[in-house]
């Protein structure tokens, strides 16, 4: 067992660290999945198998002992040396083998619960929703907002709310599902939206826009225009770079782009069925749906609701629209 379990260990090992390196597109819901298969096998080995074989051979010890200790009794001796209770100890700690995995089986089993059902952390690693997300912020996913999904196959297993328009949304970014994205929701399924001279309609309409103070990006030592726009029922802020052309370029070929209609103005997109349009709040400085295309309701991770941390300003903690 000591040379299975670190083959096991060496096993994971090597996955984290081709990862890390980027050898290989790293999946931690699968890493995390075969984690907690692993860990339960073994707990539930040690449990029903290995702990009682060691309360066994340290019943026999005591037992041994207290023999012996009647024998040299008998013989008048009453005085023994040796004391087996360091022995008895030692015989019921868990090997090491044991302790990497049956006894890590605990916290593996929390970590996958409510990371796959209830909540998970993120970290924001670009601009693409300022001023609503900045990079840096450490924020927390709902995961069962939109319904319960199995891990690592992401199936939805109950209905929960279908995303609305103004969500901000965590999904798999369409051209490379191993990848997470962060996006609003601007278009549902049926939706016509159109964006055009850096102004967004749905369905015909204008979305209601006001003008507010600019706002300073601390990275790119600038201020950008900055705009309140109000989809859905709570209204959120964006930004507007007057140095950045309005039609999209190098979009991809991507499925349902003959839904889409590109020109010197912008894009006008059809939704399609199961399908969501995303864009990031930077507007100018987002890879969102206007590039690489509409998100399966399949790719749905959670939605995006709060940041819990951001170590270069604690004033970012706090509920996000």
């Not at 103070?213 to 309140?228: C, G, L, N, V």
Request: charged content about 20%.
């Amino acid at each position: 067992m000591q040379v299975l379990t670190a083959a096991i260990l060496a096993a994971f090992g090597l996955y984290a660290g081709s990862w890390y390196f980027g050898l290989v597109d790293g999946n931690f819901a699968l890493l995390l999945f075969l984690a907690t298969v692993v860990t339960g096998a073994y707990w539930l080995a040690e449990r029903f198998y290995f702990l009682p074989q060691r309360q066994k051979t340290a019943a026999v010890l005591e037992a041994n002992d207290v023999q012996r200790r009647a024998e040299l009794e008998k013989q008048g001796i009453k005085r023994v040396d040796g004391d087996i209770t360091e022995a008895k100890i030692r015989l019921l700690m868990q090997p090491w083998w044991l302790d990497w995995t049956a006894g890590l089986f605990p916290v593996i089993i929390a970590v996958f619960f409510l990371r796959s059902f209830l909540f998970e952390p993120f970290k924001i690693p670009s601009g693409s929703m300022i001023p609503t997300l900045l990079v840096g912020d450490l924020i927390l996913v709902n995961k069962f907002h939109y319904g319960i999904r199995l891990p690592v196959l992401n199936t939805r297993i109950t209905e929960g709310n279908r995303p609305q328009r103004g969500d901000v949304m965590v999904f798999r970014y369409p051209p490379k599902p191993s990848l997470d994205y962060i996006k609003r929701v601007v278009g549902v399924p049926g939706d016509t939206v159109a964006y055009l001279n850096k102004r967004l309609t749905i369905n015909g309409k204008a979305v209601a826009t006001t003008t507010v103070p600019e706002f300073f990006d601390e990275d790119a030592m600038r201020y950008f225009k900055q705009y309140e726009e109000t989809l859905g029922d709570k209204p959120h802020r964006l930004l507007n770079d007057d140095d950045r052309p309005a039609f999209v370029p190098g979009a991809d070929n991507f499925a349902g782009r003959a839904n889409c209609s590109y020109t010197a103005e912008g894009v006008t997109c059809k939704v399609p069925e199961g399908h969501y349009f995303m864009m990031g709040d930077n507007r100018d400085n987002s890879l969102d749906s206007r590039y690489w295309g509409f998100v399966p309701e399949q790719n749905i991770v959670g939605k995006a609701f709060f940041v819990w941390m951001n170590f270069g300003s604690l004033k970012r903690i706090g509920a996000f629209n």
